[in-house]
């Protein structure tokens, strides 16, 4: 079966995502919910998670599990997507505001390429 182009974007999105996570993870601490243990390796560990989705979702072989476990990974980070969306509120900033809103209705396309994926897509 060959790739859709949703799930080739969703690959990118987590190819690039997961290596800032890896590279500059001090970029993601202040996103982080304090109920959730251990940010920095939290976030290593997404940022390693990342980048082995995109590669399970460009594999046939491996793209109906990758599409399921980018379901999780998404609903499991959604958290700190809404944290950030709400401290945004506490800052003068509007582009953060406006970065940090955009964020929370983007995760849906995601959700919905992670779901097509795991029908092969």
Not at 7 to 24: N, Y
Not at 108 to 113: E, G, I, N, S, Y
């Amino acid at each position: 079966m060959t790739i859709s182009s949703s799930t080739k974007v969703l690959a990118g999105i987590f190819a690039v995502s997961g290596t800032i996570h890896l590279a500059k993870p001090d970029v993601y601490e202040q996103i982080m919910p304090s109920w959730v243990p251990r940010h920095r390796e939290v976030i290593l560990g997404s940022g390693v998670a990342e980048i082995g989705l995109a590669a399970g979702l460009l594999a046939p072989q491996t793209r109906e599990l990758a599409g399921w476990a980018s379901i999780a990974l998404l609903l499991g980070v959604y958290p700190a997507n809404v944290k950030m969306a709400m401290d945004s509120t506490k800052t003068r900033n509007p582009g953060f505001k406006v970065a940090a809103f955009g964020r929370l209705p983007l995760q849906w396309p995601m959700l919905k390429a992670a779901y097509a994926a795991t029908r092969g897509a």
